[in-house]
């Protein structure tokens, strides 16, 4: 077959008609099922015959429901916070270290992004809880007598998601902070800017498009994450995954879901969307300085 | 600044950046760590440090049907989809990359769409969409949905490995007179098997690994190892799962050495 | 080439729909799929149940799909014609809600060698009745020193942030609420005084589980120690010495029947009655009064004894004599009501 639209000539290239297996399996098993997704949100009844915006009243009016989406917004927030201040010394420590110290550094932080999920999180369960690692030394220290409360509770929950999501926060680091010119930090430094306020004033803006990047994937990973927020928050703490699960699973009220997934996925785009502004911004801040 | 201060200064700084990363990648190791050591307790419950040690967990993941029963499905449709993923991702990554081509940017971001939209939106998409269709769910379903939510990878990993291809290597293979299917087998494959198979072994690992989609597609008759584990964890908290996990994190860990040995996978993806 | 290409690809991929899925023929490759309650329950199933099937059935393939009656409905209604459940599991309520929704087959009285030895109560075409519950308080006892004699106790400020509980979509957890609610004046058609009440109860609790099962996993990790607990759900952790009893309210412990239901339109109805024969069988039933399990056997050849004896009854008569059996047709009117108001005003 001759592929049109390239130039018989032109080696270099494959025919876009490579693509078309591909793009024939997205438009059938994936944009038409979020397109239907989409088409029962806006039915105003269970068994989708009613139109309507309903559903989206019904939830963008009900204080529970914004709750949910509140809080699931602020965990991932104080998740993305956390995985940056450990994650960026991790990426800057990389890129001091030697050769056989950057792939094994490289190789703990792809470890969990590698390990199951309930792994890890399972992990969590062990090091959080009354008889778990924290506990029995601390008592051991005599530094409480009585088992601290740390499962199900926010504080824990944030700490297991941010070593959860810590791997997709440190490689575009360590890309970023990578292609920063030594030079530039080292003249700062010899100017008698001092390293902290190098680093701050240099280094750190520099890095922008990693952080950028880093904070996005993070964000989005935590605030979806199913598994880690159904064990380590426990039954009382409900976000988003778990509230969009049971209203399609437990009381099969798809319509309702169905909304529940769109203004989920919207809130995950517009928090993208956010991170990339920022990200084109401080590129071109970057490249003025 | 005098020098003094100046290098008290600079020691302040790196201390206090090396103590937080090391404390970060501890952090980030340790409960791998836990994991393993839980599995040896002798004793029912996750008390750390165990009261005793054994191999008992183990043995009864020997009997574990159940769990044997989930691995086995998860391990085909892993195999399926990451199999799936390789044919359509590598022939969709030789079609957009090098091509400036709106279609090939649009196809580009449509193909990297399921990395960013929430799984769990799509995962209950797809139960809506194959009953619309009246297809029941099965081991073809899951096999449908991972591979949407694993194809990124193999495209992403193999549009970076052409980019790094010399097109004057491909010229000057043509002008030597090689067909194209010749020079594609003979020196495009060669050069970016590196990026598919690492490319691959992430596909795989996130199906073998994958929740939101399994969540709705799995029924009981097609179990799926990680929802078969939350439901255990969350039912009857089973040290047999301490066993399964501390297997699963030494494979993995295996798998990473295998992979960091033939394609350097540390470099790909922090490069 | 490129028409090459994209032959092999399709060609892949329908080898791979037709020839490499015998599970698209889904119907009859799928494995009998047992909807059993999570925890004991599930234990008890697998290690007694299950071995005693297979052998009945000539080791037909059998999974365990454990989940709330609740859950079992939902998915059951969400695909009546093509169910992804054979056999399910229910507590009172649930069980009228799915006879009422026609989700259930008729138990072939007829064919069952052993229906007729179950005790009357334990009788019901639409799903004959394995066991018997009892619902009570249960604690630790390393850590709370005198044992609790009533619901009130878990109001008592000693216990603050140390006592659990489960949502409503548990038998637990909504016949719970209706005994709190009778001891403040309320009923089962009226549970106000019961909201009332735990409202009263946030200071106390350390954690909401999804279900019985999840409540006894607290108890193994430490993290509660005391809660309204099912006699059956602590006795296996019990057993590998977890501390953890179990004590009858002085205003009276719940008791109910769980009866076991072919699914309507199950692909593997053969296989699901020869699952529920082995669940009435005296050899199972015994098995299963023995420690760790003791289940309230319901087939009249099973005697009583052991711990169930002391702790609970010695035959059916004491059982209905001295425990509450709630009123399930008045609960099922509101209960999904009582369910959204529970999950929304609990957070802690």
């Known amino acids: ?289 | 600044m005098s020098r003094k201060q100046h290098n008290l200064e600079a020691l302040s700084f790196h201390i206090a950046m090396t103590v937080i990363a090391v404390l970060a990648l501890a952090l980030v190791v340790a409960p791998s760590l836990v994991v393993v050591i839980v599995s040896f307790t002798s004793g029912f419950s996750l008390k750390f440090p165990p009261p005793g040690y054994s191999l008992r967990w183990y043995v009864e993941l020997w009997n574990a049907w159940q769990l044997q029963f989930a691995a086995r499905n998860s391990l085909v449709v892993a195999l399926w989809a990451t199999g799936l993923s390789i044919l359509l991702g590598v022939a969709a990554a030789l079609a957009i990359s090098r091509s400036k081509s709106v279609s090939a940017r649009v196809l580009d971001s449509l193909f990297m769409s399921p990395l960013v939209l929430p799984a769990l939106a799509f995962g209950l998409a797809a139960l809506m969409f194959f009953s619309l269709i009246g297809l029941p769910v099965s081991l073809l379903t899951l096999i449908i949905g991972h591979t949407i939510v694993c194809v990124p990878y193999v495209v992403r990993n193999t549009v970076a490995a052409l980019a790094q291809l010399e097109p004057t290597l491909l010229e000057s293979s043509a002008i030597l007179g090689a067909s194209r299917l010749y020079t594609f087998r003979r020196i495009v494959l060669p050069l970016i098997r590196p990026g598919i198979i690492s490319g691959a072994f992430i596909a795989f690992m996130s199906s073998f690994d994958n929740v939101p989609v399994s969540l709705f597609l799995r029924d009981a008759a097609t179990d799926m190892l990680p929802i078969r584990m939350w439901q255990d964890l969350e039912g009857k908290l089973d040290v047999t799962i301490a066993a399964l996990s501390s297997i699963l994190i030494i494979a993995t860990v295996a798998l990473m050495a295998l992979m960091e040995r033939t394609t350097g996978l540390s470099k790909r993806l922090a490069g | 080439m490129m028409i090459d290409r994209r032959r092999l690809l399709t060609s892949a991929l329908t080898l791979g729909a037709m020839h490499a899925f015998p599970g698209l023929s889904y119907a009859d490759a799928r494995p009998l799929v047992f909807a059993t309650f999570t925890g004991s329950w599930e234990e008890a199933h697998k290690a007694v149940l299950v071995p005693a099937f297979r052998k009945a059935s000539g080791d037909a393939p059998v999974v365990l799909d454990p989940m709330l009656s609740v859950d079992q409905i939902a998915k059951v209604n969400a695909a009546k014609s093509n169910p992804p459940i054979d056999v399910m599991l229910h507590d009172p309520g649930p069980a009228l809600v799915a006879i009422g929704q026609d989700l259930v087959e008729p138990f072939p009285v007829e064919n069952s060698a052993y229906y007729k030895d179950l005790i009357p109560e334990a009788q019901d075409p639409n799903g004959p009745a394995p066991f018997f519950q009892v619902v009570g308080l249960t604690y630790n006892p390393d850590t709370v020193k005198t044992p609790p004699t009533s619901w009130a106790d878990l109001w008592n400020p000693d216990y603050k942030g140390r006592v659990g509980i489960t949502n409503l979509n548990s038998t637990l957890g909504t016949g719970w609420l209706v005994e709190v609610a009778r001891m403040h004046g309320g009923s089962e058609a009226n549970v106000d005084a019961g909201f009332k009440a735990l409202e009263a109860l946030k200071p106390n609790l350390a954690a909401v589980a999804a279900n019985p099962g999840a409540l006894a996993t607290l108890y193994q990790q430490g993290q509660i120690d005391i809660s309204p607990g099912n006699f059956n759900a602590i006795q296996i952790l019990k057993a590998r010495g977890v501390p953890v009893e179990f004590v009858a309210p002085k205003e009276g412990a719940i008791a109910f029947k769980t009866t076991i239901h072919i699914v309507k339109n199950s692909p593997n109805k053969e296989l699901a009655f020869k699952l529920i024969e082995a669940a009435l069988s005296p050899e199972v039933q015994t098995t299963l009064t023995e420690p760790p399990y003791l289940i309230v056997p319901t087939n009249a050849k099973v005697a009583m004894t052991g711990e169930i004896a002391k702790v609970l009854a010695k035959d059916t008569d004491e059982l209905k004599k001295k425990f509450v059996f709630q009123d399930w047709k008045t609960i099922n009117q509101q209960r999904a009501s009582w369910i959204e108001k529970f999950n929304r005003d609990i957070k802690i």
Request: with cysteine.
């Open chain 1, 1 to 289: 077959m001759k592929s049109a639209a390239i130039a018989p000539g032109d080696v270099t290239r494959y025919g876009l008609g490579l693509a078309a297996p591909l793009a024939l399996v997205f438009a059938v098993f994936f944009i038409a099922p979020l397109a239907q997704l989409f088409y029962l949100s806006l039915h105003n009844d269970a068994v989708a015959t009613v139109w309507g915006l309903g559903q989206y009243v019904k939830f963008l009016t009900d204080p529970f429901s914004l709750s949910v989406l509140g809080a699931t917004l602020l965990l991932g927030a104080e998740v993305t916070l956390l995985c940056l201040v450990l994650g960026y010394p991790i990426a800057w420590l990389h890129q001091r270290a030697g050769h056989w110290l950057q792939t094994v550094i490289i190789l703990i932080v792809l470890l969990p992004l590698l390990t199951s999920v309930v792994v890890r999180t399972f992990a969590w369960i062990v090091i959080l809880g009354r008889q778990g690692i924290i506990n029995s030394t601390l008592q051991s220290l005599g530094l409480i007598s009585t088992p601290l409360r740390m499962l199900y509770t926010q504080g824990g929950l944030v700490v297991a998601l941010a070593q959860v999501q810590m791997p997709l926060m440190v490689l575009p680091l360590i890309t970023a902070i990578g292609r920063i010119d030594t030079n530039l930090a080292d003249a700062s430094a010899s100017l008698g800017a001092g390293h902290w306020r190098t680093f701050f004033r240099v280094i750190l803006p520099l890095s922008m498009p990693g952080i950028i990047a880093g904070c996005t994937l993070t964000y989005a990973a935590a605030i979806t994450a199913f598994i880690t927020q159904s064990l380590v928050g426990g039954g009382q703490m409900l976000f988003m995954p778990m509230y969009l699960y049971q209203q399609a699973s437990t009381l099969q009220n798809w319509p309702f879901a169905a909304a529940i997934s769109i203004i989920f996925l919207v809130a995950v785009l517009a928090i993208v969307a956010l991170f990339s502004t920022l990200g084109r911004r401080a590129r071109i801040n970057g490249d003025a300085t």
